[in-house]
């Protein structure tokens, strides 16, 4: 931020310095002075990739709504990096629990790089939550024989309650190198078939290779556990969860539950 206030101090109509010095604020928690560098921002006729930057901002607040309108703006524009900018957009859509949406342009993202992890992610959260399924037969046979693939086809089959076919499914899509993002939904679709144990197991794979959200990966370990009954891990896993996210009502109901499992006893009295 010092450095970009520099800049503003000689440069005062520097548009992109006003919209770095308000992510830095966003990222310290003063909205307030974020708030206020955008709208100074806004007014100094911001180029396209500037107009692009000031969605990464209001994503930053969590005005998806915002973000949304600023992201598909530049797209308007002419804004060239359109993986980026799909990717982008599907995360807002996600976030405001459009999955519909948020599947249609993750496809679009992966049009552009296969190999976009984060979009994978979006778009398997996305097909988790029943949003990739009008588009379901498209997306699988765009991507045949890939993890992916196997994954989509998996999750509409858990949909469909079909849980040997998906068990199936997934142990094709293990055999398929997956990338971390891959490995982490593998072991979502195991917790969801009820095993408990294997999905652990995968879980703890999939933070060895990486997986980038955190917050999603102890929440998910912290269900395992508690399903389970260990649930002094599935606390230390929640609440390693809400370091990252303090909103995060998935984390918040495993405590809750913890508590209620364990009440009278010495563990529950002392919790």
Known sequence: MSIWEQVLQEEPENCLAHIYIGQAAAKSGDRDKALFMVNKSKRLNPSVEEIFEVGNL????????????????AM?????????AYAAISD???SMSDYARAAQYANKALKLNADFDDVKDILLWSAENGGAASMLNTLVRER???????LLLAQESLQKKDSLKAEEIVSEAERLKPSA???????????????????LNILRRCERLGYEN???LYDSVANCH????????????????????????NAKDVLYACR??????????NY
């Open 58 to 73: 209001y994503y930053q607040l969590k005005m998806f709504r915002d973000a949304l309108r600023e992201y598909l703006e």
């Open 76 to 84: 308007r524009l002419g804004y060239k990096d359109k993986g980026r």
């Open 92 to 94: 807002c859509y996600v």
């Open 144 to 150: 045949r024989q890939t993890c992916l693939a196997f």
């Open 181 to 199: 993002v891959e490995m982490y939904y593998i072991g979502r679709l195991w917790y969801n078939l009820g095993a408990f144990e294997k999905a």
């Open 214 to 216: 955190k917050g999603m």
């Open 226 to 249: 508690m399903c389970m009954g260990d649930y002094d891990e599935a606390i230390k896993y929640a609440v390693m969860s809400l370091v990252i996210n303090p909103d995060d009502q």
């Open 260 to 269: 209620e499992a364990t009440w009278g006893s010495e563990f529950g009295d």
